[in-house]
């Protein structure tokens, strides 16, 4: 028997074609007991079953397949994850393509624009010019062309009634031999001017007012301060005037002319004071240079 069964397999390797190939011992063993007439050994288990190569390389391709799976669901579980991050960064990205968007079309404006001429829907602003506020000088002039307007015009309509004196009170009471004396500057002219008694008599440098003073503008601003405190016809005065223009000489004696009224009545300062009778007006033109034509006027240049 021992003989027998140890020529079995061998035999069975020497037949050759119709053996199948080389198996797990375990089926050698059971072949070579039935063949040999013992009891068949108990079936393996499931588990142990599994053990054949077609099953083992199923497993192996079913655990590949699975990895695969699991590999692609962890790439989509990063792509989620992904996506969830990328709108906070691609909000700026929009953004930004947002005002790229939003400048295209302005090449298209820029050339509407050019054909409108700019602000030719805009209404116009009225703007009031501002008046600079004159000085006592200019003040005093425009009040002297306004009374000799006034008095050119009652000449002519043959109106004989008096203008109001602008003086507030009675013009004071003087002595017989009162003498009130001042002196009056302006630009380059200087007056001294004597105050008395009288019907009001206006002489300066002994001749007539109205001689010395052809131009009637002159005439009204010599006599202003006269005029203003109502002393018109209760004083003569008398000047006596040198330097200076007509304009300048003018404005010498209305200077002290206003002076001399302060001697005689000092309440009248106040209102002198307001009309710039008093001020003495320094401006004066300015002295030629050596080398220009004028005070600053200089000679054409010439380079050839």
Do not use: C, W
């Amino acid at each position: 028997m021992i003989d027998d069964e140890t020529n079995v397999p061998e035999n069975t390797e020497a037949e050759g074609s119709d053996a199948p190939p080389a198996g797990p011992v375990a089926g050698e063993d059971s072949s070579s007991s039935q063949a040999a007439g013992e009891e068949p050994t108990p079936t393996p288990p499931a588990d142990e079953a599994s053990e054949d190569p077609a099953e083992e390389v199923s497993a192996e391709g079913d655990a590949a397949e699975e990895s695969v799976e699991e590999k692609a669901e962890e790439l989509v579980a990063e792509e989620a994850v992904a996506e969830a991050e990328e709108p906070a960064a691609e909000e700026p990205a929009a953004e930004e393509a947002a005002p790229e968007a939003e400048e295209k079309p302005e090449p298209k404006a820029e050339e509407k624009k050019k054909d409108v001429i700019p602000g030719a829907d805009l209404e116009p602003i009225a703007v009031e010019p501002d008046e600079r506020p004159l000085s006592a000088e200019e003040q005093a002039r425009v009040e002297a062309e306004e009374e000799e307007r006034a008095r050119r015009e009652a000449e002519l309509v043959g109106d004989a009634e008096e203008e109001p004196s602008a003086a507030s009170r009675a013009p004071a009471k003087m002595e017989g031999d009162a003498r009130y004396l001042a002196t009056g500057k302006r630009k380059t002219a200087i007056a001294r001017v004597t105050l008395l008694p009288g019907s009001g008599k206006v002489t300066i440098n002994k001749r007539a007012l109205d001689e010395f003073f052809p131009r009637p503008l002159h005439q009204t601003i010599a006599t202003q301060p006269l005029t203003i405190t109502g002393y018109e016809t209760s004083v003569d005065v008398r000047v006596r005037v040198h330097g200076g223009g007509i304009s300048g000489q003018a404005g010498a004696v209305r200077h002290g002319i206003a002076r001399a009224l302060t001697e005689i009545d000092p309440e009248l300062r106040g209102e002198l004071k307001r009309r710039g009778f008093l001020t003495r007006d320094a401006r004066a033109k300015e002295r030629k240079k050596a080398g220009l034509k004028k005070a600053r006027k200089r000679p054409q240049f010439s380079k050839r």
